[in-house]
């Protein structure tokens, strides 16, 4: 059996499991965010903007020649706003934010599918892998999950203002502004990196399953002997 179809068989027969994981992770994933903001200032939101992301889009397409400045355009679109304005200012300036942008959303949710069936898929090992593979592929999944989700923040601060988003999000997280704008340019490629080691860690964990035929398969002989001994 191929190890797409072991995933697919595992996924299926955890199919419950599997999809609390997705959910539980992608909105824990948007929270924990805005928790660190809350937690970073001190003071609650005090404004919530759903923005026309669909009527933007529409008009990105429309009046951008370039395709490839439409889709990275289009990718920035920003659709929920929650954060802090200080009215100090006029109409007021927005000190910090949480926004949910649907292209990074979408990154966030690959993440969380393919760590349900990285969590699935190890569930299912525990007889036909060493205690030491699982280890690894547990610290392998969980490095490439910190890596892929840290590089798709969504957090704005107007200290940073012309910094990426992730790079705010690390700057809130204790790296120096320096360092963080540092790494900046390759943030594109951590992301890829960790979503390559989730979806590598899924098959490598399927073909180690393939050689195990599972117990419904079992033939008939076998069954009957095991209920019989």
Same mark, same amino acid.
Not at 7 to 25: D, K, M, N, P
Not at 45 to 58: C, E, K, L, R, S
Not at 67 to 79: K, Y
Not at 115 to 124: E, G, S
């Given at each position: 059996?191929? %190890?797409?179809?072991?995933?697919?068989?595992?996924?299926?027969?955890? $199919?419950?499991?599997?999809?609390? @994981?997705?959910?539980? /992770?992608f909105a824990m994933s948007q929270l924990?965010? @805005?928790a660190l903001l809350v937690g970073r #200032?001190?003071? @609650?939101?005090?404004? #919530?903007?759903?923005?026309?992301? $669909?009527?933007?889009?529409?008009r990105i397409v429309r009046m951008t020649p370039s395709?490839?400045?439409?889709?990275?355009?289009? @990718?920035?679109?920003? #659709?929920i706003e929650i954060g802090s304005m200080n009215f100090a200012y006029g109409h007021g300036v927005a000190e910090w934010s949480f926004v949910l942008l649907p292209g990074k959303a979408a990154v966030m949710l690959a993440i969380a599918l393919l760590? $349900?069936?990285?969590?699935?898929?190890?569930?299912?090992a525990g007889r036909a892998c060493p205690l030491p593979e699982r280890l690894c592929a547990? /610290? %392998? %999944?969980a490095s490439g999950t910190v890596m892929a989700a840290l590089t798709t923040m969504t957090i704005t601060w107007v200290v940073c203002c012309a910094a990426p988003t992730w790079v705010v999000g690390l700057s809130l997280l204790g790296v120096s502004v320096g360092t963080a704008f540092e790494i900046a340019p390759i943030g594109g490629w951590l992301s890829l990196f960790g979503i390559l080691l989730l979806a590598t860690i899924a098959i490598a964990l399927a073909s180690r399953l393939s050689g195990r035929q599972p117990e419904t398969e079992m033939p008939m002989p076998t069954r009957f002997a095991r209920m019989t001994s």
């Open positions: 059996m191929s %190890a797409i179809a072991i995933i697919q068989r595992e996924v299926r027969s955890h $199919a419950g499991l599997w999809l609390t @994981l997705v959910i539980a /992770f924990l965010q @805005l #200032f001190g003071e @609650l939101p005090n404004y #919530f903007i759903v923005h026309d992301w $669909a009527g933007n889009i529409a395709i490839a400045d439409m889709v990275s355009i289009g @990718l920035d679109e920003w #659709f760590l $349900a069936t990285d969590v699935v898929l190890l569930r299912t547990s /610290f %392998a %999944a």
